[in-house]
C-alpha cells in the first residue's frame, strides 16, 4: 500500500489538539481537491499542510486556500498550519508564513536523552551565535512542551485517521 496523502482525523499534537482536520501530505494536492474535501465534511476546522513527518509543501495551494472566499462560508476560515523542517524555512515566503502557524520541526537522535532530566529543572537553548548577522539566543524550559503520546501513529497517520487518498 502506497504513502497515505491526504486524510482527515483530530488533530493529535500541539495548540490545536482535538481539531478536525485535513492533513495534506504531497505537494500534488490541488487546491480543488482541499475545497472538495471542505464541501463532503463540514466538521473539518484545520488544513494541515505538510503532514506526514513533514513532507513538502505547494505554497501555492496554501496561498489559495488563504485567499478563497469558499473555505470561509458559514463555518469561519479553517485554521492553516504548516509544518516546516527549521532548515526549510529559508524556502518560504515571509507573507505566507506571517498569515498560518508554523510548527518549526527540529530533529535530533539525542533528543531521547532529555527523559534523563526534570523538565522543572530544564531549559532548552536554541541559539545561532557564528560570526555574521544572524544572531538568535532562545531559551524556554522544559516543562513547557507538551509531549504528544504517539502509541497510536501507524506510519504518518494516527488509528482512526481517515485516508482520502
Known amino acids: 500500500m502506497s504513502e497515505p496523502i491526504l486524510w482527515i482525523g483530530d488533530e493529535q499534537e500541539g495548540e490545536f489538539a482535538g481539531a478536525r482536520t485535513l492533513f495534506v501530505g504531497s505537494p500534488e494536492i490541488t487546491f480543488e481537491e482541499i475545497v472538495e474535501t471542505f464541501n463532503d465534511y463540514s466538521n473539518l476546522e484545520q488544513i494541515y499542510f505538510g503532514a506526514g513527518c513533514c513532507t513538502e509543501i505547494n505554497q501555492d495551494v496554501v496561498r489559495k486556500c488563504l485567499d478563497n472566499k469558499i473555505l470561509s462560508g458559514l463555518r ?49 537553548k536554541i541559539q545561532n551565535l557564528a560570526i555574521h548577522s544572524n544572531h538568535i539566543l532562545m531559551l524556554g524550559r522544559l516543562s513547557n512542551f507538551v509531549e504528544t503520546d504517539i502509541k497510536t501513529l501507524e506510519g504518518k497517520t494516527y488509528k482512526g485517521d481517515e485516508v482520502l487518498k
Open 76 to 124: 469561519g476560515l479553517a485554521i492553516i498550519t504548516m509544518e516546516i523542517p527549521l532548515d526549510k524555512l529559508k524556502d518560504f515566503d515571509d507573507k505566507l508564513l506571517g498569515k498560518t502557524c508554523v510548527i518549526v520541526t527540529i530533529d535530533n537522535l539525542y533528543f531521547s536523552h532529555l527523559y534523563k532530566l526534570d523538565p522543572l529543572l530544564t531549559q532548552i
